[in-house]
């Protein structure tokens, strides 16, 4: 069983980076679909990106030039880089993944994923 790990949250002033990073623990590497997602107070879960078996990536339009997604095989981590960070990119931001599956057409659906992780929460201050 997976168990995703969260890591690299904090506060920033807007147009600051930051990367988080979510460790998948449980398996020898990361061979399926992972997701990052975010929800800020009162709002819904929202899809910030996706990874996919063969390491293709989708986007929210909404952080798409700003926000990149990797991973790291040897580390069975992924990671998600802001840049450029806006104060309505404040939220708890999630790790979550699907280990059944290579891929998801619909990646931006929270139900598409069994498994998540506890969040990391970033701040962006204007």
């Known amino acids: 069983q997976v168990k995703l790990v969260e890591s690299g949250g904090g506060s920033v002033q807007a147009g600051g980076s930051l990367r988080l990073s979510c460790v998948a623990a449980?398996?020898?590497?990361?061979?399926?679909?992972m997701a990052w997602f975010r929800q800020a107070p009162g709002k819904e879960r929202e899809g910030v990106g996706c990874?996919?078996?063969?390491?293709?990536?989708s986007y929210a339009d909404s952080v798409k030039g700003r926000f990149t997604i990797s991973k790291d095989n040897a580390a069975n981590t992924l990671y998600l880089q802001m840049t450029n960070l806006k104060p309505e990119d404040s939220a708890m931001y999630y790790c979550?993944?699907?280990?059944?599956?290579?891929?998801?057409?619909?990646?931006?659906?929270?139900?598409?994923?069994?498994?998540w992780g506890q969040g990391t929460q970033v701040t962006v201050s204007s």
């Open positions: 979550a993944a699907d280990p059944s599956r290579w891929y998801s057409m619909l990646w931006w659906r929270a139900a598409e994923y069994d498994t």
């Open positions: 449980g398996q020898s590497r990361i061979d399926y679909v």
């Open positions: 990874m996919n078996n063969d390491g293709g990536t």
